[in-house]
């Protein structure tokens, strides 16, 4: 079993910023795989970015440039720094983990909440 726990959501204005942070426990290695996902109302959920043990990246096209996904291996944080907000940011944001990237997510975050307002 592996635990998820998001904190940082919160409301900002078009061009600010916000920094999210997932702490995990449980059964989680340092070579499992750590990502972001969000959900925007009446939208399937997407990925924004995914983390390798060995801190490989990749990032959702539309977050490039933008978005910093980081992970600290010794106490199980992973963070998403997001600058240069745009409305179209604004989504429940969760925390996930998979053991691999041939695996499918199988623990989730309860998710917090990014509010961007013009």
């Known amino acids: 079993q592996v635990q998820l726990v998001e904190s940082g959501g919160g409301l900002v204005q078009a061009g600010g910023s916000l920094r999210l942070s997932c702490a995990a426990s449980g059964d989680i290695s340092r070579f499992d795989i750590m990502g972001w996902y969000r959900q925007a109302p009446g939208k399937q959920r997407e990925l924004v970015a995914v983390?390798?043990?060995?801190?490989?990246?990749n990032y959702a096209d539309s977050v490039k440039g933008r978005f910093t996904i980081a992970r600290d291996n010794a106490k199980k944080m992973v963070s998403l720094q997001m600058n240069s907000l745009k409305p179209e940011d604004t989504a429940i944001y969760y925390c996930?983990?998979?053991?691999?990237?041939?695996?499918?997510?199988?623990?989730w975050g309860q998710g917090t909440q990014v509010t961007v307002s013009s």
């Open positions: 983390i390798s043990g060995i801190g490989t990246t």
């Open positions: 996930a983990h998979r053991r691999s990237y041939s695996d499918d997510v199988n623990y």
